[in-house]
Nanobody
Framework: QVQLVESGGGLVQPGGSLRLSCAFS????????MGWYRQGPGKQRELVAN???????KYADSVKGRFTISRDNAKNTVYLQMNSLKPEDTAVYYC?????????????WGQGTQVTVSS
């Protein structure tokens, strides 16, 4: 039922910035924790940033100080502002929505958007 649509990926030079957006639909946005994950070439998918229903944020050590996750509950959208981009940030970035109901955990994923950092 939940659908996630990412946008904003593309090619950017090292040191540049990019803003990813994820549009949520199909359920009640404010009941979900939202996150961004990425999977680089030859690597496993990893957490980049997460923001809870209550607005608590968590970042991977590799992006702390450079990336900012935010959510706009009026627009049912989560964002990832990426600054000071490095070639190592090149990956497919995935939007995630998670909900816990009792002991049950539901996770939903977008199709991903490619971010390439190269000169």
């Amino acid at each position: 039922q939940v659908q996630l649509v990412e946008s904003g990926g593309g090619l950017v030079q090292p040191g540049g910035s990019l803003r990813l957006s994820c549009a949520f639909s199909g359920s009640i946005f404010v009941l979900f924790n939202m996150g961004w994950y990425r999977q680089g070439p030859g690597k496993q998918r990893e957490l980049v940033a997460n923001i809870t229903r209550g607005g608590y944020r968590k970042y991977a050590d590799s992006v702390k100080g450079r990336f900012t996750i935010s959510r706009d509950n009026a627009k049912n959208t989560v964002y990832l502002q990426m600054n000071s981009l490095k070639p190592e940030d090149t990956a497919v970035y995935y939007c995630n929505a998670g909900q816990a109901i009792g002991i049950r955990r539901d996770d939903y994923w977008g199709q991903g958007t490619q971010v390439t950092v190269s000169s």
